[in-house]
C-alpha cells in the first residue's frame, strides 16, 4: 500500500491569487494523478503527472491555470492559478503502484476561493 | 468510452438493515472494477475490487461480484452500522497493465442508530 500526505488540507483563498498543493508518497511511485472533486460531484482527472515527462492534461485542463511539478518519485506539486470561486473544490493527489496497478489517494485539500 | 452508472442517493438507513448499492457499468473488454469510500472529510479509499468475471471482493463486511453477463457490481453489507456513513463510488479500469480510472457518480450513503 501507499500512503500519501497533502499539505494545506485545506485554505480560503482570494480570488486572483494562486494556491500550490503538495504531495508526498511514503514511497517510490511512477504513476501519480491529480483529481478534482467539486462539492456533491464525483471524481474529474485533472492531469498525470509520471517522473521524468512532462504532465499530461485531460481535456479541460490547461498548464497554464493547472502548473504542476514532479522533481522526484515521491513528491509532487500542483498549483492552481488566478483563482476564481469556480476553483472551490477538493483536490486530491493520488497514486498507482505497480502491479497489481492498485490506485491509493491522499486525504485531499479542500479549497475555497472567495 | 468507459462509463459507470450508479444508484443516486442519499440512501437512507437503520442501522442493522441490509444495504445495496446498484453499480452497472460500460466498457470494452474486461475491465477491473472497484468500490472505493470516502468517509467526510477524508480522501477516498479502496473498499475492494475484483479483477475478472464471477470474482468477488469482499472487505469490512462489504460484497460485491464481478457480473460481466449484466455488466453490474452491486455492493451489499448484510448489517449496516453507523460507521458506514459515508460516499461510496463504483468504479473501473481497463484491463492490461494500468488504465485510467473511471468513477460513477458516488452513492451517499446515512445510517441512523
Known amino acids: 500500500s501507499a500512503v500519501i500526505s497533502q499539505k494545506p488540507s485545506r485554505d480560503i483563498c482570494q480570488r486572483g491569487t494562486s494556491l500550490t498543493i503538495q504531495c508526498q508518497v511514503d514511497s517510490q511511485v511512477t504513476m501519480m494523478f491529480w483529481y478534482r472533486q467539486q462539492p456533491g460531484q464525483s471524481l474529474t482527472l485533472i492531469a498525470t503527472?509520471?517522473?521524468?515527462?512532462?504532465?499530461?492534461?485531460e481535456s479541460g485542463f490547461v498548464i497554464d491555470k493547472f502548473p504542476i511539478s514532479r522533481p522526484n518519485l515521491t513528491f509532487s506539486t500542483l498549483t492552481v492559478s488566478n483563482m476564481s470561486p469556480e476553483d472551490s473544490s477538493i483536490y486530491l493527489c493520488?497514486?498507482?503502484?505497480?502491479?497489481?496497478?492498485?490506485?491509493?489517494f491522499g486525504p485531499g485539500t479542500r479549497l475555497t476561493v472567495t | 468510452g468507459n462509463s459507470v452508472t450508479q444508484m443516486e442517493g442519499p440512501v437512507t438507513l437503520s442501522e442493522e438493515a441490509f444495504l445495496t448499492i446498484n453499480c452497472t457499468y460500460t466498457?470494452?473488454?474486461?475491465?477491473?472494477l472497484f468500490w472505493y469510500v470516502q468517509y467526510p472529510g477524508e480522501g477516498l479509499q479502496l473498499l475492494l475490487k475484483?479483477?475478472?468475471?464471477?470474482d468477488k471482493g469482499s472487505n469490512k463486511g462489504f460484497e460485491a461480484t464481478y457480473r460481466k453477463e449484466t455488466t453490474s457490481f452491486h455492493l451489499e453489507k448484510g448489517s449496516v452500522q453507523v460507521s458506514d456513513s459515508a460516499v461510496y463510488f463504483c468504479a473501473l479500469s481497463g484491463s492490461g497493465g494500468y488504465q485510467k480510472v473511471t468513477f460513477g457518480t458516488g452513492t451517499k450513503l446515512q445510517v441512523i442508530p
Open positions: 503527472a509520471n517522473q521524468g515527462s512532462e504532465a499530461t492534461y
Open positions: 493520488s497514486v498507482v503502484l505497480d502491479r497489481p496497478y492498485e490506485q491509493y
Open positions: 475484483a479483477t475478472k468475471a464471477d
Open positions: 466498457a470494452t473488454g474486461y475491465p477491473s
